[in-house]
């Protein structure tokens, strides 16, 4: 492989790392958001209802 091979490959490789870790702190930074809703409302869904939009799925 080449030297221009690998370069290509390694941004290839830190290219789908960065995309991959903007998703992960987007995810994480909307749990910290509903944990703080949370925390400060306490409402959260009912297991029944979880449990009742599942057996919906067929």
Do not use: N
């Amino acid at each position: 492989m080449g030297e221009s091979t690998q370069q290509l490959e390694m941004m290839k490789v830190m290219a789908e790392y960065s995309r991959l870790e903007e998703i992960f702190r987007c995810e994480k930074s909307e749990d910290i958001e509903r944990w703080q809703r949370y925390k400060l409302t306490g409402y959260a869904v009912p297991h029944e209802a979880v449990d009742a939009w599942l057996g919906s799925w067929g």
